[in-house]
């Protein structure tokens, strides 16, 4: 059985949007719909609260240090 509540960046990101739901999210507009726009694109206050997510979930021990590294939103 695995330690960590995440273990893999699309569970990060998921369980980030629902936890800031009232955050700005920028999309770019695909062939057939819209999807969400690359970390870069988004605004920078929803990129700081990305990082202290992250942060706070790695010291939590929810995810592996090798996740918090690698994980962008």
């Not at 695995?2 to 629902?18: C, E, G, K, L, S």
């Amino acid at each position: 059985m695995n330690r960590y509540a995440w273990t893999t960046q699309m569970q990060v990101r998921a369980a980030f949007w629902r936890a800031h739901p009232h955050l700005e999210r920028r999309y770019v507009n695909g062939t057939r719909r819209s999807v969400l726009a690359p970390q870069n694109m988004q605004p920078a206050g929803t990129r700081v609260a990305f990082v202290d997510y992250v942060d706070a979930l790695e010291r939590m021990g929810a995810i592996s240090e090798s996740l918090a590294g690698k994980v962008t939103l």
